[in-house]
Nanobody
Framework: VQLQASGGGLVQAGDSLRLSCAVSGRTSSNYVVGWFRQAPGKEREFVAAIGRSVGTQSYADSVKGRFTISKDNARNTVHLQMNSLKPEDTAVYYC??????????????????RGQGTQVTVSS
């Protein structure tokens, strides 16, 4: 499966931004799709994921209540709505997909598919 992330940009603290991940090669309903991010000087970390057909959502504690992940199966697209952005959300955001699981404890190197990133910069 191929993943193409888009929607990053430069915003101010408190603003909102929506990222999109276009899934091709397989239908998004066959995969768990999610997001990792990598801040400067830090390792990539799990952010959010949405399940296959049922669409169960999971989030990192640092983004719960502020970020919402959703999917449009008809368009094979997954969105990450990011509200109340903070400077510490500044990172490159990567779309990922896995046939089984993405969530707490997931590691970047072990997910099935990884897309190129999109930069999100939040100024204070």
């Amino acid at each position: 499966v191929q993943l193409q992330a888009s929607g990053g940009g430069l915003v101010q603290a408190g603003d909102s931004l929506r990222l999109s991940c276009a899934v091709s090669g397989r239908t998004s309903s066959n995969y768990v799709v999610g997001w990792f991010r990598q801040a400067p000087g830090k390792e990539r970390e799990f952010v959010a994921a949405i399940g296959r057909s049922v669409g169960t959502q999971s989030y990192a504690d640092s983004v719960k209540g502020r970020f919402t992940i959703s999917k449009d199966n008809a368009r094979n697209t997954v969105h990450l709505q990011m509200n109340s952005l903070k400077p510490e959300d500044t990172a490159v955001y990567y779309c990922v997909a896995d046939r089984v699981y993405i969530g707490a404890g997931s590691t970047w190197s072990r997910v099935d598919s990884r897309g190129q990133g999109t930069q999100v910069t939040v100024s204070s």
